[in-house]
């Protein structure tokens, strides 16, 4: 399995806090199993659930994909709305704790500006589908916002909204870095949501609202033909 090189920053910590405490309390004969059960299994599992957060699966397509006509999901999770906003298409895309939090290109292009946003950080998960884009969390969360441009000069932009806890988004990208579709160009640690516009509105919607989503293998929609 592959993983995210974020996880050393949380894992490292957790690891020599944990043998630190070991050697600490470290049982007598009387004792060990109790211990054992009670101390070791339980921290031992926790940093295997944190390591499993950091997971970064490497992606293809799946079937039916067209270059340069297929959009691809930004990131695990869910699609929780699909909008139109000054001409553009839309789409939100919630994560749980589950997910691979790994941020990745939706479509090819050109980065133009890296924006960091402070602000709040709302209770992101579980939103009523199509009901909550406009919710607190939507609108207020701290965020980073990486505006691309594709190749016929059309902008186009990436939210990366950060949750409640842990409050960490991280662009991987600067300005002038030319992108592919599918390239992993961030993530954000822990529960958080992605908002990604897309040029134009002639889209045909291939996945269903709810429907949960795999970063960089989903084909979410396609261009229309002409």
């Given at each position: 399995m592959k993983f995210n090189k974020e996880m050393w920053w949380w894992i490292t910590p957790c690891i020599l806090a944990?043998?630190?405490w070991h050697f600490i309390s470290l049982p007598t004969k009387y004792n060990i199993w109790a211990y054992f059960f009670l101390?070791?299994?339980?921290t031992t599992i926790g940093i295997i659930l944190l390591a499993s957060f950091f997971r970064d699966p490497d992606r293809e397509p799946e079937a039916g994909y067209e270059k340069d006509i297929s959009i691809l999901s930004p990131t695990d999770g869910y699609l929780i709305a699909i909008e139109k906003e000054e001409g553009n298409l839309v789409l939100f895309i919630e994560m749980h704790?589950?997910?691979?939090?790994?941020?990745?290109?939706?479509?090819?292009?050109?980065?133009?500006?890296?924006?960091?946003?402070?602000?709040?950080?709302?209770?992101?998960?579980?939103?009523?589908?199509q009901e909550d884009t406009k919710s607190l969390a939507i609108r207020k969360n701290?965020?980073?916002?990486?505006?691309?441009?594709?190749?016929?000069?059309?902008?186009f932009l990436y939210y990366l909204i950060c949750g409640a806890f842990f409050r960490r988004a991280k662009p991987y990208v600067e300005i002038g870095d030319k992108i592919q579709q599918g390239q992993r160009i961030g993530m954000i640690v822990f529960g958080s949501t992605i908002k990604i516009t897309i040029p134009g509105v002639d889209y045909d919607i291939?996945?269903?609202?709810?429907?949960?989503?795999?970063?960089?293998?989903?084909?979410?929609c396609k261009k229309k033909s002409e």
């Open positions: 944990d043998i630190g101390i070791t299994l339980p704790y589950n997910d691979a939090h790994v941020a990745r290109a939706h479509l090819s292009g050109t980065v133009i500006n890296v924006t960091r946003i402070g602000g709040a950080h709302h209770w992101v998960y579980f939103f009523k589908k701290a965020r980073a916002i990486i505006e691309f441009e594709d190749n016929l000069g059309r902008k291939i996945s269903k609202i709810g429907e949960k989503v795999k970063g960089g293998h989903t084909i979410i």
